[in-house]
Nanobody, 125 residues
Framework: QVQLVESGGGLVQAGGSLRLSCAAS????????MGWFRQAPGKERDFVAA????????SHADSVKGRFTISRDNAKNTVYLEMNSLKPEDTAVYYC??????????????????WGQGTQVTVSS
C-alpha cells in the first residue's frame, strides 16, 4: 500500500510560481510512474503530468507545457510539480497518483491505483 501526501499549494498571483510536493510512505515508489492531476470546481479531474520510475520519461498536458515541470527524487520518495507563469485557469485542487501502467495510459485517471488527498492551488488575476 502506498500513501501519498501533497503539499505546497496556496494562493498566488497570476504570473507567479509554486512548487508542489508529493511525499510517499508505506512502500517505495521507485517502481511506479507518478502523475499529477487537477480538478477545478464542477469539472472533471484532468491529467497534468506524469513521470516514469527512472525520471527519464515525462509527459505534460498541452495546457501546461512550457510552464509546468514534473520531477522526482526516488531517494526521498517524493515527486514534484514546478509550476511557473501561473494563470487563473490553473486554479484547482492538485492530486498526485501512482500507476504501473505504460505511457499510453498515463493520462487516464482510471489507470492510477493510489491517490493523495489533494492540495489547493488558487491563482488570482
Amino acid at each position: 500500500q502506498v500513501q501519498l501526501v501533497e503539499s505546497g499549494g496556496g494562493l498566488v498571483q497570476a504570473g507567479g510560481s509554486l512548487r508542489l510536493s508529493c511525499a510517499a510512505s508505506g512502500r517505495t515508489i521507485n517502481t511506479y510512474t507518478m502523475g499529477w492531476f487537477r480538478q477545478a470546481p464542477g469539472k472533471e479531474r484532468d491529467f497534468v503530468a506524469a513521470i516514469n520510475w527512472s525520471g527519464r520519461s515525462t509527459s505534460h498536458a498541452d495546457s501546461v507545457k512550457g510552464r509546468f515541470t514534473i520531477s522526482r527524487d526516488n531517494a526521498k520518495n517524493t515527486v514534484y510539480l514546478e509550476m511557473n507563469s501561473l494563470k487563473p485557469e490553473d486554479t484547482a485542487v492538485y492530486y498526485c497518483a501512482a500507476t504501473n501502467w505504460g505511457i499510453e495510459k498515463w493520462p487516464l485517471k482510471s489507470s492510477y491505483d493510489y491517490w493523495g488527498q489533494g492540495t489547493q492551488v488558487t491563482v488570482s488575476s
